[in-house]
């Protein structure tokens, strides 16, 4: 199903993660580009990434059985990010502790959690949700009552166990909102849940803003709701004019590839050469290696698309 709004959110969302919040922790001469905008930005952007996984997820999973929705999600994803993980632990960029648990996808309340890896590792343990997401949106106050059931679940588990092996990692508490939001509007109509999915964001940030002390954080849970919830509503009202530009078409299809391929490129490129001086620095991350990663990303995600679909037909065939 192609949803042009939806490339453009992809594809503006991968180049912000890649070529700008991830590619400056290359280089020391820039500390600017890390400000509390920056970073809320930064969080927004993952939020409309859960966000829109989680209403791609519901569209798949409406559309057959659960477990043929489950081999499908495998299939799809679980390869080549099994293969991130292997990339990132030869390169050195995370621990063998940290790579065996994000490859069972627990990174995210075992151990700790990898970078830049952590976020799929988050977005697969959202997957087993998915049917009881779909259970409970026989109704909105089921669905709601559910979201709430579950968000109330981890954040217990996360003031008990705030130390040790063993726990839930906040940004799971972040990011589930907006998953079980996007969930909720691939199962129904958009036009007629967003403004009641905008309106619950909006009591929740209402909500939140009374908290203070150490309970402050919570407040960012709604904070990233809402803005994910207003950009995605934003962008999806103008598909009916945006243009079907190939280009974008082309970064939201390397968007994945991207986001997990891009740190380890990135570091044997600057091993290989790194200039001295800062504006070549500038230069060399922003005009060379952030473009080069682009077509390297639709590459690897065309050729895991294709030995997917050999292997497919060939357990088909029966082999």
Known sequence: MKIVSIDYLKAIAVLYIVGYWHLFNYT???????????????KTVLGLFALVSGFFISKSISRGTISGFYIKRVARIYPLYLLSVAVFWVAGLITSESALASTMSLSMFWGEA????????????????????????????????????VITALIGIYELMPEGPAGVDFRVILYFPCFAAGFYLGRFKIQQHLAWSFAIGLAAVMLLSLLKGEFREYREVAFVLLSALATFGLVYRMESWL??????????????????????????????????AAVHQLVYLVGVLSLLIVPASYLIQKLSDHVMRRLTATATSGG
């Open 114 to 149: 990898p970078m830049t890896l952590w976020f799929i590792s988050m977005i697969m343990s959202f997957y087993l949700f998915a049917p009881a997401l779909k259970w409970a949106g026989r109704s909105k106050l089921s669905y709601v009552a559910f979201g709430f059931a």
């Open 28 to 42: 020391e001469h820039y500390p600017g580009y890390y400000t509390l905008y920056t970073l809320m930005l930064a």
């Open 243 to 276: 243009p079907d530009w190939k280009v974008v078409a082309w970064l939201s299809y390397a968007s994945f590839a991207m986001y997990l391929f891009h740190r380890p490129l990135f570091s044997a490129a600057k091993a290989l050469f790194f200039p001295e």
